[in-house]
């Protein structure tokens, strides 16, 4: 995913830095860690609380096909024919000064557990994992040889617990280590510009 600029990896997602140690730095309302990860992959997960109602972070996420319109990174994101209860997706990850990346993805959603004995459901998880046909990504793009990850929200108090976890790796030879240096850049990128989607008028209404 020439030479790499600092937020390169904003391009993975479907998504709020990081310095050369790889430490986190503070963000009001969300932290960064990395995750245990493969050798060529990338894996962090950031946990947010935004006073956003859950309903209007769900909608935004909902909604696959706008999802270019929120994040930088990602080019395209277009619904694809599949079987009955599933639905698939092809992304075109783009970055200046490198190849698109293009991939076929399984989305999965799921209502939370009622864990406070309420009666209610406390969230939903929307999930995505690479899909095994990879044919409507022929030719589009550098194919990543993996590409997972989830949405979590859950109401609280004021507004909600968003949860982002990522796993990706952008195939065509990026080096291990320029990975594993920008993996909480790429998971801050993704909420940040989602969070900033949020306060603008035309994706609160959708």
């Known amino acids: 995913m020439p030479t790499l600029p600092a937020r390169l990896l904003s391009i993975l997602a479907l998504s709020l830095g990081v310095g050369a140690g790889g430490a986190a730095h503070a963000e009001p309302g969300c932290r960064f860690e990395s995750l245990p990860a493969a050798s060529g992959e990338l894996a962090a997960r950031a946990v947010c609380e935004w006073a956003v109602p859950a309903e209007r972070i769900s909608a935004a996420l909902h909604d696959l096909e706008a999802h270019p319109r ?93 949860r982002y976890e990522l796993r990706y790796a952008p195939g065509g030879g990026i080096p291990w280590f320029v990975l594993r240096r920008f993996d909480q850049v790429a998971v801050r990128s993704v909420t940040e510009e989602l969070h900033r989607a949020l306060a603008t008028p035309d994706v609160a209404a959708r």
């Open 70 to 162: 929120v994040l930088s990174g990602l080019a395209a994101s277009e619904l694809l024919p599949g079987d009955e209860g599933r639905v698939r997706s092809l992304q075109i990850h783009r970055q200046r000064g490198m190849s698109d990346r293009a991939v076929v993805v399984d989305w999965r959603f799921e209502t939370l557990p009622d864990g406070d004995g309420d009666g209610l459901a406390d969230g939903e998880r929307l999930s995505w994992r690479r899909a095994a046909d990879q044919h409507a990504a022929r030719g589009r793009g550098v194919v990543p040889t993996a590409c997972e990850g989830a949405w979590q929200i859950e109401p609280i108090e004021g507004g909600t617990r968003v």
